[in-house]
């Protein structure tokens, strides 16, 4: 069984299990790590957003096997500590506006949202309304109204 | 069956509530338990009694069915014991308090309203009371179903009694302890304190007030000007769970070697497998422990979910058909237009104006974003059950009868729900997983995926609302709509197995039609204006378990509403009225009109819109209040062809003004977030998401072809106003935004374009995407993630 070692939430670990298992179910099934959800498997609705190396991404549709040995993944449970706080700026705003309803989709949509408001500042501005309109996390309970206004009140705390 | 309302106009009312009935004792006074147990319990009856005649016994026939199940006497003498319907609230030696709800939480908040109710009686801080969701109580009979937006009004006294009753005796304990009497005591905060300033805690109490004997209690709970938590915004108590991804679903539980289990499906729906060509050769994939053909497919077994898609897609499985092979879109719509019951006033008579309008309304997805999911352990002689469910007790009684285990063999767990919208009150999924845990003889921990969900999974039905108005001098003089519908699924009945076998009764589907589907029509629908004869009816094709329905986040009001408000607009051009002051003028409900002058106010209705964008304002009266929704939306051909990757864009709503009363609110804050997401369902039904039904095969896979609101769909401005109390009882919230939302964008869509739509959603005509295989089953697992990283 091939082993494969990366960096997840600031700790090595390794794993055996065939290349072709996507991260996700390496983190979920193996891991034991939940925080991450599925929603499709396809890279669409964007329930298991976690981050590569500071970036979003989905590991539903990442290889094992392609994630490379100095690769660090941060899943919503590091995130806190990639700020060295019990919880990240974005989550105090989430709990500020009280956005979760049934929470399954937060995490994903907490992890894209410090992405795009990095992504954003890369390019030299602060998060937009155009910035968000191109998050494609999926909310079915239709939290959209409060994590527009999360979005920017964290992104001022970060 | 006619329905037909007197009008119950006035003129408009100021903003305050109305006065409550004078001081009457008797009426804040309630009967309760003290529960003997280690520490202190007090609890209260959940519903009426068993004990009292159901209208459902009626229907109730000596089928064999019932008897095979499980002992029926034996339940019923445990559902008639006095005691038998009683929700606790525990109070723990830590200085919490604890209640099990009969209830699931989905998101909607009910956690919180319940620890809400619970911390107002009490005396205790809003953190230190914890709520768990209880397993399936079988004696409470009809009284563990979440569903119709219910819970709230169901539960607001039962747990309020409860807690008044823990405080009266922690209360009577520190009167001994403190060596003073109960009226010179108050309960603040957790504590019993005196007036010279000693205090005891309720954890030092929890013990010394435990009742050594269970005995009726009566007490006084409080009355609405005494309320300190109910009626305030307050957080959800899960949030930090929520947003730290530590809370659990059904999917995160750790059940020992309960293994991820995935079906292989049908090409259409309700299709069922043959025979299993490599059966063998599919047990040896890597990861895959188990491979058993099961009633609805070929259930996988393996170490990760991942390998259990590779697994179900290398099946090859001989299918036979399912219900629906020959039926599509249209074969139905055909089927449904011959059923509609014709309307009756002429459609021309001297002297007065006509307005008609006919609306197809497609199928909708429950798209739960949390898939079904159960976990199942089945042994020889027991089972055990973890799942999100609406209907835990006829899902125990479910299991049971599969297994048949006596029904205390079965213990049902309910889990917290990532969404439900109708989807959990049926327990496909954990029959599904009974089956698989039983022939594989391993516990399973089953998921859909979600192209299962799409293609096999439960949807809105299919239904036509055709509507003929009338009007003369001023006035409307008649408006009949005539609702047809594929019919609606109600095995779940009242959650439990009595009334579930009712819907089944034969002729086939009778029982389900006129037990259930023409009464809840009766029972949800009205028109809320003044407009003379009035007449709703319903009529259902096909029978109950053709197409796999339920209702979907409410069942008819969202699209008898849209229709109704598309011609109240009409109405009011052909009698040259503006939309608004026309509702003002018959809407038949000062609630009603309360709502909609506070959206057009806060909406600011009248302001000047640019072409291809337009407002639009609608009311909705259901489960006891009233909302008004003003939209405005945004149909310029810049806006409607934007393009985003892989998505639908089209119109726009931008702007989402809700006014919600709703009685009494118990929690504003979770009431907004109610309303908020009705809002984006409405866009999605009016707009957007719909499945397209092909020769027994729904077209949509995903979450990519299946489009509900998206980030950029969502209006930029939402507001929603709370109106304050005005009935002193709390109405629902879970399905209550939904209708008044979607009729609002239908209108403005039909305003700002200057074409009335008449199906819905209004991009339903256009296939926009490449439905994906049916065979295999689901779409393959991308391998490019990190080229679109961010």
Redesign the interface.
Known sequence: MPTHTFKVNGKQVTVD??D???????L???L?I????????????K?CTCH?NG?????????VA?VEPDDEIT???GL?GTVGAD?HPM?EA??ER??????????GQ?MAAV??VR?ARAAGREIG?AD?????????????????EAIKDGAKKM | MEQRRSPRSGPPGPDTPPESPGPDLGRRRFLGYLVAAPTLAAAAHLGGSLAAPREAGAVIPSLPEVQEVFDLNDLLTLATKPTANLIAVVLNPDGTASFDMPRAE????VTTMAAMLIAEELELPLDKINVTLADARPELMFNQFTAGSNTTISMYNPIRVAAAIAREQLLKAAAIQLGDTVTALTPHLGFIEAADGRRISYGDLAELAAAQKTEQVEVRIKERSEFKIIGTPQ??I????????????A??L?VPDAL?TMICRPPTIKGTPASVANLDAVRRL??VTDVVPIATGVAVRA?????C??AVNALDVAWNPGTVDGESDDTVLARLKKAEIPLTVPALKPLTGVVEGEFTFYWRNN?????NTAVADVRADRAEIWAPLQSPILCQEQVAAQLGLPLNAVTVHVV????A?GRRMFNDVVLEATEASKKMGKPVKL?W??TDECRQGRMHPMCTSRIRATYSGGNVLTFEQRHTSVATDYTQGFGEIITALGAKIPPLGQGNELGFSVPVFHLTVNVPYNFGAVTQLLNEVYTYDTFPTSSVRNLVNPDVRTAQELIVDQLAAKMGKDPYTFRRQFVDDDRVRAVLDKAAEVGEWGREMEPGTAQAITVHKEYKGATATLVEIDCRPETVNRK?R?AVTGPRVTKAVMAVDTGLPINP?GLE?QM??????GIAQALTSSLHLRDGTLLEG???DYF?????N???E?KIIVMPPTTGEPGGAGEFGVPSAMAAVACAYARATGTIPTSFPINHGTLSFKPKATVPP??P??????E???
């Open positions: 299990i065939e072709d298992v996507r991260l996700l179910w390496v979920r099934d193996v034991g939940n925080g991450p959800k599925y929603g499709c498997g396809i890279n669409v609705c329930a590569i970036k979003a991404f989905n590991p539903c549709s990442v290889r392609d899943t919503i449970e806190p919880l989550q989430w709990l009280d956005v979760a309803q049934c929470g399954y989709c937060q995490p907490i992405a795009k992504q309304d968000i309109d191109e998050i494609r996390n999926i909310c079915r309970c239709g939290t959209y109204a409060r994590i527009r | 989905s998101g909607q908040g957080n959800r899960d949030a930090l769970d929520a947003v730290t991804g530590r809370k659990k679903f999917m995160d750790d991820p890597p990861g170490k990760t979910f991942g390998q898609i590779d798209a739960a974003l949390e898939p917290q729900a990532g969404g919208f998921m995926h979600r985003i892989n804050r977030a908020q997401g009705g809002i984006m369902d995903s979450w990519d509900y609101t998206r980030h950029w969502a209006p930029l939402t689901l779409p697992s991308p391998t490019n993630g990190l679109f990283a961010y």
